[in-house]
């Protein structure tokens, strides 16, 4: 690598922001020896153009022994942002290749079927005589050879050991800040019906209460491993043998090789007495019920796909907020890592958080605040009645409920939500809509470029705190780990509170509904980045308007229904005015009212969500959309 080339390899004509003194500063992280350089660069920053300056430092092939390695690799964790950098005009040197179920097959009468389940995948010797023309081994052998290749982290890791994408001399991770959590997700072997094609051939143990006298739970689970690898390789050894395999029967094969692949590399790891992996178990329901095999800070497992894969790396992120703790996550040694910190350009005043709590959204006291936030949404929607608005639910249960107090209220007209199924399709849906529309979603607070007017305001509606019951979680808590408890959450506020304001000259308000918020800033406070210190410090309440349905509609064609208005009756018997105080919350915010409003209108009000499936079942050609 030669990282005086850096600011010159910048792709794009002129410099915005910081940009200039950043890549300067990773410039001289790198020239002073350090293999890893941290890039703590907020939302705006041009991270995936950072990216490519470095990677154009790495060695190329004329500079290069024929042993050495040259070009650079790009990945993310996100498939959308493989999907930015590919329509990007000043990124069109990175090569991108995808898994192969992305893919079509190109033989006739095959053009349905994704090249994993392709006949070269179902019938053994199968020889294609048109693989020259196949779009996955096209855009395999293009970024194989590209100086720059650039993937997804999942198909990065699982390209390990590959003799077709080797190790190169410079690797940039982008949005690093969840690495360690996404290799844990990668390491978890999850034995399951699902995920077992052998599952009615072994029977599955308690592995608590079955374990021996000087045995615990994942000593027991690794006997138990040990008995379903040997089943799996028989049965995967029987498909193999057959000279023709149908596509349920490719699959079968391609899960049990994985399946073998995840159990020995568990018991690999388990036997090691030096492996810095601690591995806990999953399991509920007891004997003949799931076990979920779990890796608590995966090391060894990145050391594998990650760490010996690049000479040098650059690892990006608004919110890689310890380094120390970063490094201990992902089994780095901080002594061979820098830590660039760019600057925050956007103005304060564009990117303003308020103070709307209504109370604890903790699980005991849910049923009691879920109403009051569904209450201040509805005034939050008469404050911005001509503005798109994303509602954080945390959870699709918060998402259900929520969804069902607006419809109550009247103002389901302009509420669209999404499943599990169609969170993608409903997104691109709200996204592109000319009408003001509110978005309740799940997980939505990292990867969204919701720039200009694709959204004004949002709300978070509780505090994301890890899931107590993961027993990664309950493990890291007995430790004492509580600094990184509060230190994830307060990663995913500072993600969600950069999906709305996407350039200096953008705006964009976040509201925050939950009271534990204002404690997890607090206790946070020593991992906050200085940029949204600024944030909490610069706080305010506002003064919202009163509760009412129908101003809460006045930006769209729409009425509350009959009766959707008792919500509102009650609170103006209660009280309810506009203005600075307009029903302050516990903590002198603006938000619960006298009466948490618990309306009796038409709950079977539908949402733009509902509105829009109707709307394709009923058109003459849902038979050929698949909708009807």
């Not at 907020?42 to 990216?51: F, I, Q």
């Not at 490719?250 to 018991?267: H, K, N, P, T, Y």
Request: proline letters at 6%; charged letters at 30%.
């Amino acid at each position: 690598m030669d990282p005086s080339r850096i600011p010159a390899e910048f792709p794009a004509p002129n410099f915005r922001g910081a940009q200039k003194q950043a890549l300067d500063d990773i410039r001289d992280a790198f020239a002073s020896g350090n293999r890893v350089v941290l890039v703590r660069a907020p939302t705006g920053s041009g991270k995936s153009l950072l990216a490519r300056a470095i990677m154009g430092a790495a060695e190329t092939a004329g500079e290069a022994a024929p042993s050495e390695a040259t070009g650079a690799y790009y990945t993310t964790p996100q498939v959308s942002q493989i999907d930015d950098v590919e329509a990007d005009d000043l990124l069109d040197d990175l090569a991108v290749i995808r898994g192969k179920s992305n893919y079509d097959c190109v033989l006739p009468g095959e053009h349905d079927t994704p090249v994993n389940r392709a006949p070269c995948a179902r019938q053994q010797g199968f020889d294609c005589s048109i693989r020259h023309r196949c779009p996955y081994f096209s855009d395999r052998a293009i970024a194989s050879g590209n100086r720059f290749a650039a993937m997804t982290l999942a198909y990065f890791m699982r390209t390990a050991g590959s003799e077709v994408f080797r190790k190169r001399d410079v690797v940039v991770i982008d949005e690093a800040h969840g690495l360690a959590e996404w290799a844990e997700m990668y390491a978890t072997i999850e034995i399951s019906p699902e995920r077992v094609p052998v599952w009615d051939d072994v029977g599955v143990p308690d592995v608590a209460a079955d374990a021996g006298p000087e045995e615990d739970a994942l000593d027991r689970t690794a006997r138990f491993v040990e008995t379903l690898r040997d089943v799996a390789i028989r049965a995967k050894d029987e498909l193999v043998g057959q000279p023709e395999l149908d596509r349920e029967e490719v699959a079968r094969r391609d899960r049990l090789q994985e399946l073998i692949s995840e159990l020995g590399w568990f018991l690999e790891d388990y036997r090691d007495p030096e492996s810095p992996t601690t591995w806990v178990v999953d399991q509920s329901g007891g004997e003949g019920s799931a076990i979920d095999i779990k890796p608590l800070d995966p090391a060894r497992y990145l050391r594998h796909t990650v760490w010996d894969r690049g000479n040098r790396f650059a690892l990006l992120s608004a919110t890689i907020l310890s380094k120390e703790a970063f490094c201990r996550g992902v089994g780095l040694d901080p002594a061979d890592v820098a830590l660039v910190d760019v600057e925050h350009t956007f103005p304060l005043a564009n990117r303003p958080l308020y103070d709307v709590t209504q109370g604890s959204m903790t699980y005991e006291h849910r049923d009691e605040t879920v109403p009051k936030i569904a209450r201040l949404i509805v005034r939050l929607m008469a404050e911005h009645p001509d503005e798109k608005g994303l509602i954080h639910a945390h959870s699709y249960d918060i998402a259900e409920r929520l969804t069902e107090r607006l419809g109550e209220f009247g103002v389901a007209a302009r509420v669209r939500r999404h499943d599990r199924e169609n969170r993608d399709a409903e997104l691109e849906a709200w996204k592109a809509s000319p009408d003001p529309e509110v978005f309740v979603s799940v997980k939505m607070e990292e990867a969204l470029d919701l720039k200009g007017d694709l959204c004004r305001w949002q709300v978070v509606c509780k505090a994301p705190y890890r899931n107590t019951n993961d027993s990664r979680v309950a493990r890291r808590l007995e430790d004492g780990q509580w600094a990184w408890y509060h230190r994830t959450a307060l990663r995913t506020v500072i993600q969600a509170c950069g999906r709305v304001v996407r350039a200096p000259d953008d705006h964009g308000a976040t509201y925050l509904a939950d009271d534990s918020l204002l404690d997890l800033f607090e206790r946070a406070e020593a991992d906050t980045p200085a940029w949204f210190r600024d944030q909490v410090d610069a706080m305010t309440t506002p003064s919202l308007p009163a509760f009412d349905p129908d101003a809460a509609l006045d930006g769209i064609d729409a009425s509350p229904p009959s009766g959707a208005g008792a919500g509102r009756r009650r609170s103006r018997r209660s009280g309810e005015s506009g203005g600075a105080n307009a029903g302050g919350s516990s903590r002198g915010g603006a938000g619960s009212e006298a009466g948490d409003g618990d309306a009796t209108g038409d709950g079977s009000v539908r949402t733009r969500s509902e509105q829009d499936a109707e709307r394709r079942q009923n058109h003459p050609l849902s038979d050929v959309w698949g909708d009807g």
